[in-house]
């Protein structure tokens, strides 16, 4: 199975319930929304209407918290069968989840924890992708997670597993560009080695968000505006990948709607440019 | 260590603060065991305290907390939905608060508007479509949204004020025991205090469906008269309020 030939390019926001009124009473000005699975996974009532209003609209993409491709154990049929009726009837741009896992057994911790990067977690990961694309009937994207932890072990760094994971499972990479540097940042390793390190012909999605310095290590938020430091990794991300579609995430202290389009603009400034100087240099 | 083996200790990690064997050995920095096991203890809160808002209020932060830690110390998660952990929470406040029905119903009740609120549609009957009915075959259907429990206190009351924005009224048994109906009519979650004869009819219907098995439920307990004319009083009631959302033939 392979991820979709046609690149979609455009910019979008995460789609969240304090901005409903705005996107159903106003035409926003974005080229696609990201909304979380789970929370239309659900069996009927005013969620789901928004959904299918909002999707009449714009591009939708499904951005899963709760599969947890990861897992030892394999994928569980109740999830997957409901994300596909969601995906049938929303017909998404991309659906996306994380290279991580939150369940073990009957526990689930509903967190995003962290996967060692060894052989066998990529086979048990691998195996997973494949059973997911096969229920779903299509590709899906898996994003880098921040982390806060590392294993002794580990026999691969983060991007040589994700490069492997898509090469082998033909899904797209969703490259989260302040889960880099908050991994970077707590873990000491260079952002500029990982972003040399990820195939940029498997990404088809990015992106942006804030975080906040934590006792000892960063935090992945998401309440915060993206980072100076953020804004220029994704400079010189935009400078290798290529047309990609982008989108700012926020999930707490969510500001007015439009201090989101104000960051969604600065992105489009900045693919723009980047894009200009690569013709320029293809010419 | 095997990825099942991490998960493991993982998981026995979050829930007890016990790091296991292969996070002993081979995870750097307890500082990012302590991130993840902040960020899991966290979000059940979190689901706990946006689930029940008015029975926070009701019972005070620092209680509220404190049954919130007694719950997720007690029942670690399972569901792969975050917003499912917040049922079974009306049962830990059973074991805290032995004396207090009011607080268990008040969970109950919130717990069930925000169920009914997420809970599979169904179109309601049309009014011109009742002249057709056969009411001695006819097979009626309750709304996928309908919840319902005994109780004992003032819990609708409290928790309409709260609601509102009002002074809530103390928590007080009520002279007879009564009936609480949730369910939901369009994209609103409704709550109801009835008599508990109409709640029980409610129940005898969703488990019978027969129009014709309700009105001798009721002429059982009323006579014939009296047990016809609330049967035909209900039903009315329901097909009003977007209870009743089917009638076929048997």
Known sequence: MSTNSTRFSGYGLGLRKEHYRDFLDTRVAVDFVEVISENFMIAGGQPRDILRRIRERHPVALHGVSMSIGSADGLRADYLRRLKALADEIEPLFVSDHLSWSRYAAFNSHDLLPVPYTGEALDIVCANIHQAQQVLGRAMLFENPSSYLAFDGAEMTEWEFLSAMAERTGCGLLLDVNNIYVSATNHGFDPQAFIAGIPFEHVRQIHLAGHSQGAELLIDTHDSPVSEAVWKLYSQVMGRAGPVATMIERDDDIPPLADLMAELATARSLGALRAYHRESEAA | ?250
């Open chain 2, 1 to 250: 260590m095997t990825l099942a083996e991490l998960q493991r200790d993982f998981q026995t990690w979050l829930v007890t603060a016990n790091a296991g064997a292969s996070l002993r050995s081979g995870a750097r920095a307890m500082a990012g065991l302590a991130v993840y096991q902040n960020n899991y203890r966290a979000q059940l809160v979190g689901c706990l305290e946006q689930s029940y808002p008015q029975l926070r209020a009701w019972i005070g932060d620092e209680a509220f907390r404190a049954a919130a830690i007694t719950h997720i110390d007690a029942h670690p998660p399972h569901a792969w939905t975050l917003d499912a952990y917040a049922e079974g929470f009306d049962r830990t406040l059973v074991a805290l608060f032995p004396d207090n029905p009011d607080v268990h119903e008040l969970a109950w009740l919130e717990h069930a508007l925000g169920a009914a609120f997420i809970a599979a549609d169904a179109q309601p009957v049309p009014l011109d479509a009742l002249a057709r009915i056969d009411w001695d075959t006819a097979r009626l259907s309750i709304t996928p949204s309908f919840r319902s429990m005994a109780v004992t206190t003032n819990a609708e009351q409290i928790w309409s004020a709260l609601w509102e924005g009002q002074t809530p009224p103390d928590g007080a048994m009520l002279e007879r025991p009564a009936g609480l109906l949730v369910w939901r009519r369009g994209y609103v979650s409704c709550l109801k205090q009835v008599d508990a004869i109409e709640r029980e009819a409610l129940l005898q219907l969703q488990a019978d469906g027969g129009f014709a098995g309700l009105c001798d439920w009721l002429v059982e307990r009323l006579g014939e008269a009296d047990g016809v004319a609330k049967a035909g009083e209900l039903l009315a009631g329901w097909l009003a309020s977007e209870l009743i959302t089917g009638i076929g033939a048997a």
